[in-house]
């Protein structure tokens, strides 16, 4: 827990720093960003246009995460490259503990690095209630916005069938916009 304190404190601070572009919540533009994976290779959200990307912020010793990774693999299968994982960890996450993660539970999606300046762009923590839970799930759009936002605390970050309905929602509007 405490650990915990000190990086959403540090998240706070950095989100202070760049609240002010990153929006409102659902319905806003997916703040960009470059990040790399374990193996040092980047990754830019805008590479992602056009598909449905699923974005997790994380930590490989939460075990909400680590349940999650389960049904995110699940998810990926079955909708194979209409969509896109990404999980993102901050500090003290490492490259050792990712790969430990990888390993563990299969994950084939990458796992990005960040030190809390991304985590901040889409989380905006409150300075009245700093401490940050993970994991937090967002559904961005074929165009890059965000339009659902999974705390947590939500139910249906642990139904797969809610997150299953979330993605064909999407995947139906964006054909139907095509």
């Excluded at 490492?94 to 084939?108: E, I, L």
């Excluded at 990005?112 to 961005?140: E, N, T, W």
Aim: hydrophobic share 45%; net charge positive.
């Amino acid at each position: 827990m405490q650990l915990i304190a000190v990086v959403s404190l540090w998240l706070l601070a950095v989100g202070t720093l760049s609240s002010a572009a990153a929006g409102e919540g659902a319905g806003r533009r997916a703040p960009g960003f470059a990040l790399p994976d374990e193996n040092m290779k980047y990754h830019d959200l805008a590479d992602y246009r056009g598909k449905v990307v699923i974005l997790e912020i994380m930590l490989t010793r939460c075990p909400a995460c680590q349940k999650l990774a389960g049904t995110l693999e699940e998810i990926k299968r079955k909708y194979g490259d209409r969509i896109a994982v990404l999980s993102v960890v901050n500090p003290p996450d490492n490259r050792a503990s990712v790969q430990a993660f990888k390993r563990d539970h299969g994950v084939t999606s990458p796992i990005l690095f960040d030190c809390g300046q991304m985590a901040a762009s889409y989380l905006r923590p409150d300075p009245k209630r700093p401490r940050i839970h993970v994991p937090h799930l967002f559904l961005i759009d074929r165009t890059g916005v965000i339009r659902k936002h999974f705390a947590p605390a939500d139910q249906a970050i642990r139904d797969r069938a809610v997150l299953e309905a979330e993605i064909e929602k999407l995947l139906q509007t964006d054909a139907r916009a095509n």
